[in-house]
């Protein structure tokens, strides 16, 4: 199957999974799915054994209404995409752009797995699937999604192209932590695929992402960055800050710089040569003599020097 393309013309590095992988997943999930239905099913009806029949129906019902229809529900929306059986198959859930799926998403591939699963054992899922070019189920359609494959190997076009030199250090001060996770899913995708795109599309593809970049961040660019340089000067930002969280020095971590001390090389055979490194020698101190104490000079005698004068009484 060819890859995913969005309604821009834009070719995503994501493979759409095929109906095997799929089948397995989906079993996977049906039967975690039906041992959580049927173990909190026992435990109501042991807890309402004294109900009467009405009330064991509406109990029932709504046990079932919550595990089988909302159980998957939940579950799509809070992993965004990622059930346990297509984690383990190594698929996930995503919007024809490629994008993460939101609830209303997974609210509608439940509501129509209602149908074409649970009603009618899979049959309506199979056969839409198999008609369909990228093998989607009816949920798949009305919702707007695809099942996608993750573990494909990338390749040498995924790779992010570098930011502009004169654009380093620009946004070191950008405050990064109200941007979503899926913009800069979309923002990555863009920034991989622009040299595939048409000039027209591609800007305004660009011009979009970057002002809702500037909305999330509250900072406008520097005055004449293009759009497609803003958004690949942050994009650097955000993975140059996540490798210095990676791969911060532990505090009190020894730092190398110490003299090498000698170093003794001995040579085969009977000759032995020894070759010393040479070594920062210490500056020669030489104390100092001692001072010796001043001696304060004697005060001065009031009593006149004698002469041999006597003065007249």
Known sequence: MSGVVTGDAVVLGLQPARLPSRALALVI????????????????????????????????????????VGGPIAVETLTHGRSLGKLACGL???RDDGGPIRFRHALVRGAMGVVEILMTFGVVAVIASLVSERGRRLGDVFAGTLVVRERVASSAGMVLPPAPPWLAGRFAGLDLSAVPDGLWLEIRQYLTRMRQLDPVIGQRMADRLANELVARTGALPPPGVPAAAYLAGVVAERQAREARRAFAAPVGAPVAGGVPGPVASVGAGAGVSVSVAPQASAPSVVPDAPEEPAVPDAPADPRPPATGFAPPA
Do not use: H, K, N
């Open 29 to 68: 999930d049906l039967v975690v799915i039906w041992a959580v239905y049927m173990g909190m099913t026992f435990g109501l009806l042991m807890l309402t054994v004294s109900l009467d029949e009405a009330a064991l129906a509406a109990v029932s019902v709504a046990a079932f209404v919550l595990v089988l």
């Open 92 to 94: 996930r859930v995503v």
